[in-house]
């Protein structure tokens, strides 16, 4: 067990035991200090679980950085590979969403995210697919939209809003949205042209115009 796999596993046995505890402490009594207690576990339980998180981050970012050393750039220093950041994932930003003013909107609006194994901002090198799906409540999914970028076309769609590196991608839509749909779903597909791994974000965005800052 190498150190990192040690360290998650020690994390998951402390989050496992605040877990019990913050599920037995209610049956301690309802008292202020109770209730204190209770809250500091459930932090607690938040803290631990976003560690877990940042070390499997890590850890899969660390197999990537290796596989590089070894096969791609054997020639390259491994100190300077496994210091180079790694695309570990990509996300919707919540300011998705229709474009401009109308009925029914005509261009959905995604601001996408990529972050390293440390959770820091991460511009991508690749390729990026967007498909906008409309779920109705009975009946099967409908396509809306669909754009591809190309590796340039992605490289130019960086925007920065409200302080946040995100790329700036424009779906048209071709299907008709019926009146009052509140939301939309959303898949992402990136394809790191430097690994050749495929990374993948999905949500629902919103049908209504807001105007995010974008610089």
Request: proline share 7%; charged share 25%.
């Amino acid at each position: 067990m190498n150190v990192g796999s040690w360290l998650r596993f020690t994390l998951k046995q402390a989050l496992f035991a605040c877990l019990l505890l913050a599920m037995i402490e209610p049956l301690a009594g309802c008292d202020s200090a109770g209730r204190k207690a209770s809250a500091r576990l459930r932090r607690q339980v938040h803290d631990l679980q976003s560690q877990v998180a940042d070390l499997e981050r890590r850890d899969a970012e660390l197999r990537v950085q290796l596989e590089q050393v070894d096969q791609v750039h054997p020639d390259i220093d491994p100190e300077v590979l496994t210091s180079t950041p790694q695309v570990m994932a990509i996300s919707l930003s919540s300011y998705s969403g229709m474009q401009g003013e109308g009925e029914p909107p005509s261009t959905i609006e995604l601001f996408v995210s990529a972050v390293d194994g440390r959770n820091r901002p991460l511009q991508m090198v690749g390729t990026l697919k967007a498909m906008v799906l409309l779920i109705p409540r009975d009946g099967e999914p409908v396509q809306l939209g669909e754009v591809s970028l190309a590796p340039s076309e992605l490289r130019d769609a960086w925007r920065n809003v409200f302080g946040t590196p995100s790329y700036r991608v424009e779906v048209p839509l071709e299907g008709s949205v019926p009146p009052g749909t509140k939301s939309m779903h959303v898949r992402v597909f990136h394809e790191d042209a430097r690994t050749g791994r495929t990374f993948e974000a999905a949500g629902d965005v919103r049908a209504t115009s807001v105007e995010p800052g974008v610089e």
